[in-house]
């Protein structure tokens, strides 16, 4: 039967520079008579690595370029927070009413470049991890390490989409599980070829942890059971759509 | 603590014109010995409602128009598929490669107006619901009716995104809970006003079903438990961005 459980875990609700998130994750399950099994695939808010990567920066000590502020002027954005969401986007891809689309150097396209000013304390802001596959890799070597299972592991953070209101957690970083289903080239039962059956599964189980997180509740990691997915490596710079292909870049 | 379980439902591997999604539901829970609880969201496939609902087209019995006709060579697209989207659409948002971007009579932005001919019999094709809300609505009525629950519903379809490769299931209709978690104006652990905190639930619920799902295994209905959602009313309309404040249309 298709059964998946999706479980916060408590006790992690803030993570200091220098903290391993992985142990802080063992410890946590450990402490909250979580058995972990093979093909268990843990989400983690990108805010905690972001902390405990020292990924915070203060507004007091930015200084704003003459770009940034004509920009923060034209947003009603503090220049300060413009110049950091510049500094870590390759270029902007839209600006209107008071939002500013990016693209960061990771390659994602989303709002102010996943720059975040909640639950990082006041007048300080949340930066994306440098390399969101990296620390996903190291939480789930920690995680082996300690435990002795080896878990999928997904760095999320909440996008906002063209189209639609509202967020949806997506996955920044991915080690230890294949990010894309693809089931294109076999049959349904019907004989049709599936031509357009490419699912972004990661993205999905990010969506799905999101669930058990909540901004206020503070449950920055949850534990998914139960999804048989394939594929033991994988980035999440496969989730990226080349721009050559992209229509609305 | 926070838990939700996402249960594929067996046994309703299709549905025929005239069949209530609801009874079928009704009658699968208790097959599984499924027993339902206040609270519980069940996440359904449009293709079986668009079934059930006779929204079937074979493309034997259209003529494409000329305009039809010219997409379809420019995309490389069946030109009688290409008529039924745009019957389906209020107007083409973008094309490019083979891909054919509509805004839907009911507002959403999507490739190919949803229409989709996999797992819908060979030179047949499945358009979305009419009034997906409604369908929702009709399927939660029979539920409450036959268990004396009434669930949230949401009927979901697989949408690709801009930017992001590979589909995330969404959700076209909703009944029973509120699509969209507002959480602004509240504020975090810091005494910081949380303004950008506005999570589209009713999409990562449906995202977090097509894991239970698959397109092979053909589990068009899922069973979420343990998501404490709040509201007892909503609309899929509410997940749509107004056309004035979107960049991308």
């Known amino acids: 039967m298709s059964r ?26 450990a402490r909250q ?10 989400v983690v808010a990108h805010k905690i690595v972001s902390k405990a990567e020292g990924r915070i920066v203060r507004l007091a000590d930015v200084e704003a370029s003459p770009r940034a502020v004509e920009l923060g002027r034209e947003l009603g954005k503090d220049a300060r927070l413009v110049e950091i969401i510049l500094r870590e986007s390759r270029r902007v891809v839209r600006t209107g ?26 007048e300080q802001a949340a930066l994306l991890p440098r390399d969101p596959d990296a620390s996903a890799r190291e939480i789930r070597a920690e995680i082996e390490r300690r435990t002795g ?21 997506i996955a920044v970083g991915v080690a230890g599980l294949a990010p894309i289903k693809d089931e294109r080239g076999t049959s ?42 394939k594929g033991e ?10 721009e050559a292909e992209d229509l609305f870049r």
Not at 8 to 28: F, K, P, Q, T, W
Not at 98 to 117: R, S, Y
Not at 149 to 166: E, M, Q
Request: net charge negative; aromatic share 6%.
């Open 188 to 229: 349904d039962s019907y004989g049709y070829e599936l031509r357009a059956a490419v699912c972004a599964v990661a993205d999905e189980l990010a969506a799905a942890a999101e669930l058990a997180m909540g901004k206020k509740d503070r449950i920055p990691v949850v534990l998914i059971k139960g999804y048989e997915g």
């Open 97 to 122: 009413g008071n939002a500013l689309i990016v693209e960061t150097h990771h390659g994602f396209v989303c709002a102010n470049a996943g720059v975040d000013l909640s639950n990082v304390g006041l």
């Open 4 to 29: 998946l459980e999706i479980i916060g875990v408590e006790g992690i609700d803030e993570a200091r520079r220098g903290d391993s998130i992985g142990a802080l994750i063992a410890e946590a399950c």
């Open 149 to 169: 299972i080896t878990p999928g592991v997904i760095i999320s953070d909440s996008f906002g989409r063209a189209w639609r209101l509202g967020t949806v957690d």
């Open 233 to 242: 490596d994988g980035s999440a710079k496969e989730l990226l759509r080349p």
């Open 33 to 42: 008579n979580v058995a972990l099994a093979r093909g268990d695939v843990f």
